[in-house]
C-alpha cells in the first residue's frame, strides 16, 4: 500500500510551486494520490490565502491535471478552510478545517505569522495569560466539529508552532491540556480526521509534527482517526517527515491511518505501507 499527501499549497496561495509542480514531486515520491489545497479566501489576508476569483481557476486546473496524470496518480482537489473564512466549500473532493488566529472578546490575532505577533497578541487581548489565550484559541474547534462539510482537523496544536524557539505556551500545563482535550473530544465525536502534520519540521520551526505527542496519545485514547500530511508550500516538502511519523504514530499506540478515494476516506494499516 502507497501513502498519499492531502495538504499542499501552490503559488495560487501562499506557496512557492505550480500545481503541476507539485504533481510531479508526488510521482517521483511514489505516492498513489496528492491532494491539492487551497487556503480559503480571507479579507485582508491576501498576503497568504487564494483571492475569490482564484477558486474557481484552481479547480480547473486540479481537475485538468487529474485528468493529465490519471495512469500515474491519483489527483484530489481539495481547499484548507478557515473559521475568518466565507466561502463555498461545494466543488471540492475534501475538506481542511483550520485555525490560524485565536479570537478574543475584543479582538484576533494570528498564531502562525511570528512570534513576535503572537506574543503580542497573548499579552494585549489576555494580559500574558497564556493559558487563557489557549483556552480561547481551542474552545473555536466546537465550530469545525460542528461542520459536517469539514473532513480533517488542520494541524490540531498550530498555536504552539514558536514554542520550540520562544515558549510562548506551556502545553503541560493543566489549563491547556483540559482544553486541548475538550476540543478533541468534540471533533472525535464528530468524526474528524486528524492531520499528523510536518509543516513546521520542514520550515525549521519545530522538530516533530503536529499534534504532539501526549495529544496524539490522547487522541488514540479517544479512538481518533489520523492521516498524514506535509502541509508543503514547496514541491520539496511533498511527503515531508512521512517515515518518521508512521513510527510516531505508531509509538503512540495507532494501528491505522486514513486515506482517501473516489468514495471518501478508508483506514488501510500501517503494517502494510510500502
Known sequence: MKLQDLHTHSRFDDGRASLEQMVNAAVGRGLSAIGLSIHSPIDGEYDWTARPEDLPRFIREARRL???????????CGIEFDLCSKVELSGFDYVIGSLHSTAAPNGLFSVD???EIARKGIMRYFDGDADAAAEAYFSQYRAIAENPEVDIVGHFDLLTKFDERCGLYDAGSRRFRDAAHAAMELLVK??????????????????????????????????????????AHSAEGVSFFFKEMLEIAENCGFRTIYQLNKSGFYPISISEIE
Open 190 to 231: 464528530a468524526g474528524k480526521i486528524f492531520e499528523l502534520n510536518s509543516g513546521a519540521i520542514s520550515r525549521g520551526y519545530r522538530t516533530s509534527p503536529y499534534p504532539a505527542e501526549d495529544l496524539l496519545r490522547r487522541l488514540r485514547e479517544l479512538d481518533g482517526k489520523i492521516l498524514l500530511s506535509s502541509d
Open 66 to 76: 487529474k485528468q493529465a496524470y490519471c495512469d500515474q496518480i491519483e489527483v484530489f
Open 113 to 115: 505569522n511570528t512570534a
